[in-house]
């Protein structure tokens, strides 16, 4: 149902519709969906490796309940602008959205 939406949004992007409108729509298709899926199960003996391999041999991966807007999929900069707080330094360059609780949060990531 959502990514009908994108994609309808993304393909009137050609006859002038603003891409904000579709990465919108993006963005709100992932807030339903991380707050649609099930509690993580913390992986204890994966946190336990963390501290015993070295770094090049540790691959981490989002939970289900986690979603990112990287370079993948352009976030435009009004959008990021949007999204609320900054961490670290640079400009924003993704958005990442994840569940807290049963509602759905942003953040903005910055290089």
Request: no cysteine; aromatic share 10%; glycine share 10%.
């Amino acid at each position: 149902m959502g990514e009908a939406l994108i994609a309808l949004l993304a393909g009137a992007e050609a006859e002038g519709l603003p891409p904000l409108w579709t990465a919108l729509a993006r963005i709100e298709w992932q807030f339903h969906r991380v707050e649609r899926v099930a509690d993580p199960q913390p992986d204890l003996d994966s946190l336990v490796l963390l501290g015993r391999l070295p770094a090049r041999a540790v691959r981490l991966v989002l939970a289900d309940h986690v979603a990112w807007h990287g370079s993948d999929v352009p976030v435009p900069k009004a959008l990021l602008d949007f999204a609320g707080e900054s961490f670290g330094h640079g400009p924003p360059t993704a958005l990442m959205v994840w569940r807290e609780g049963w509602g759905a949060d942003r953040w903005r990531w910055t290089a």
